[in-house]
């Protein structure tokens, strides 16, 4: 049993197409996020939920729009696609938000290509 | 703020040699968590090794091990006995203290292992 799973793993589309990866994990954690990896392969945090409450927006256009239904299904909805957003992103959970630090469990990742 | 350097883009190692890789951090928290995470070519983000800032002790899991050296602030990685399998990039992570357990990345080396 996959713990953290994303759909779409791959994704190619038009520039100014809308376009949705969604991801669940069966670990029972309260804290979901959504990282980007450029093609530099430079990771970083845009979001963060926590019990389905948006705590971390890390300066992202807001043409990205989160929605975390439960707190076990975090999202990811793109409006507008800029060739900029060709990159991988991954989901991954975590136990708790804060307290004592525990890894990151990660995605297997979604590769988005905006042509 | 944190900031995560890896200053090696790339390392090339042969199978059974042990091989170091190199994190340097900055914060100015006094209590934080260093991660160290590998992603094969296939894409998806591997937990290693966890080392938190008041443990005493170097963690250690299998051929794993994590050089942390608070003082100087670094926190390599030391890969013993390398396999081919070990060919990867690796990313070295750290959080902040009490606040979320959202990782920073470091921007990764590209390990090879030939035969």
């Known amino acids: 049993d996959t713990a953290v799973s994303q759909t779409p793993k791959y994704l190619v589309t038009q520039m100014g197409n809308d376009k949705s990866i969604k991801c669940e994990q069966n670990?029972?954690?309260?804290?979901m996020y959504w990282y980007k990896q450029d093609s530099k392969k430079f990771l970083k945090i845009m979001f963060s939920y926590n019990n389905k409450e948006l705590i971390i927006n890390e300066t992202v256009p807001n043409r990205f729009s989160p929605k975390s239904p439960d707190k076990a299904h975090l999202n990811l909805h793109i409006n507008s696609l800029e060739l900029g957003d060709s990159a991988v992103y991954f989901c991954?959970?975590?136990?708790?938000?804060?307290?004592?630090?525990?890894?990151?469990?990660f995605g297997e990742g979604s590769r988005l290509t905006v042509l | 703020a944190q900031k995560i350097t890896q200053t090696q883009p790339g390392m090339f190692v042969q199978e059974k040699e042990a091989v170091t890789l190199d994190c340097t951090y900055d914060?100015?928290?006094?209590?934080?968590?260093l991660f160290w995470y590998k992603q094969p070519s296939s894409g998806e983000m591997i937990f290693l090794i966890y080392?938190?800032?008041?443990?005493?002790q170097n963690a250690t899991e299998g051929r794993y091990s994590l050089n942390f050296q608070k003082a100087r602030k670094s926190a390599n990685l030391v890969i013993s006995a390398s396999q081919l399998g070990d060919s990867a990039m690796y990313f070295c992570a750290m959080t902040p203290p009490a606040g979320y357990s959202t990782l920073t990345f470091g921007k990764g080396t590209m390990l090879l292992v030939s035969p």
């Open positions: 991954a959970s975590s136990p708790r938000l804060a307290g004592v630090p525990g890894e990151l469990f």
């Open positions: 080392q938190g800032s008041y443990d005493e």
């Open positions: 914060t100015s928290d006094q209590s934080y968590g």
């Open positions: 670990l029972g954690h309260d804290t």
